[in-house]
């Protein structure tokens, strides 16, 4: 039986990410705050199908996405990764639809650790 290894778990999180930023449509929107103005800002707000991740949060999370990747490649400690995903969970409250979206992630990688 084949196991998964960690590069594994990094490939499907960063799948699961590309995904869920990117092509992910749905009608339920979990935004109860205002968003900040401005065109790199602007998502879909009610409950109109669509996309529910601004440009902005479509751009950035490649660079959560990049660290997921590389720590199999060159040398990222542990804290560094859980510090990028804290910085990523803090910028997508300004969209709580991202934020639901990274609450996998975070947990998994809190339990892999």
Known sequence: MYKL???DISILESIYLVYMFLFFK???DFNVLT???GWLFEHLIGDTYGLRVCLFGRIAIFALIFVLIMRHFINISPLFVKISLGIAGFLSLINLNAFVYLIPIILFECYLD
């Open 5 to 7: 290894t960690k590069f």
């Open 26 to 28: 749905t009608s339920i």
């Open 35 to 37: 968003s900040p103005k």
